[in-house]
């Protein structure tokens, strides 16, 4: 599969070259162009048609047009092209617009890199998804497209487990090559024996594998590392 084709679009010159460096952290993903005005980025965009991005992260509060008129500019123009809107705006009512103007993901800034590498890989994972031939055979299969984006993956969380936590276990094996049920602990606050209830689930849904750690005294640990 080709790399997904990036267009950064934020007002602050820094913050651009942060999520540059960000993206291209990520395998499979690299920046084409970086814009700082709404006008920059639909004159990107309508170069080609657009079709040499797939992908928009889309600061919300630009000096010239709101990131939602963006939005609305590209679907009146027929664009597909994706959105991941990356801004600090937290009014619901921009929330609610962005969701029917079809924004794939919505990241509140400050953020952590894991927490902008999740949104990217679960985006590349639906991509795949939606991108591949044929037809969906079952709705099972169409739930679990939508739950991609979502994070949860399609399964239904046993009882004693949230989304949140779960979230902020994944993003905490992000991080690291792998780690143990203790260590899980220490980054995420919560205890180790929940800490293991949630890499366990991971493992079951096949989003962690375990694998046995060497070098201590007695038994090798188990540490677990995603998928």
Request: proline share 4%; hydrophobic share 45%.
């Amino acid at each position: 599969m080709t790399d997904i084709r990036v267009l950064v679009v934020e007002d602050e010159p820094l913050l651009a070259e942060a999520h540059t460096a960000y993206t291209e952290r990520v395998p499979g993903f690299v920046v084409v162009g970086v814009a700082h005005t709404a006008r920059a980025a639909m004159a990107a965009l309508r170069a080609n048609d657009g079709g040499d991005v797939d992908l928009v992260l889309l600061d919300f509060r630009l000096p010239d047009l709101h990131g939602l008129d963006v939005c609305r500019a590209l679907r009146a123009a027929g664009s597909s092209v994706d959105v991941l809107a990356v801004t600090s705006a937290r009014d619901l009512a921009v929330v609610r617009t962005a969701v029917s103007l079809g924004v794939t993901h919505y990241l509140l800034k400050p953020f952590t890199f894991a927490a902008f590498r999740d949104k990217l890989e679960r985006y590349a994972d639906y991509r795949a998804q939606a991108l591949a031939d044929g037809e969906v055979a079952a709705q099972h299969e169409v739930d679990r497209m939508f739950a991609t984006l979502r994070g949860t993956d399609g399964h239904s969380l046993p009882k004693g487990l949230d989304a949140q936590t779960l979230n902020r276990v994944r993003a905490a094996l992000a991080e690291e090559v792998g780690l143990s049920a203790t260590e899980v602990s220490a980054r995420t606050g919560i205890s180790r024996v929940t800490a293991r209830r949630y890499l366990e689930y991971l493992v079951t849904i096949d989003r962690a594998a375990r694998h046995p750690r060497y070098g201590t005294p007695g038994r090798p640990e188990v540490e677990y590392r995603p998928r």
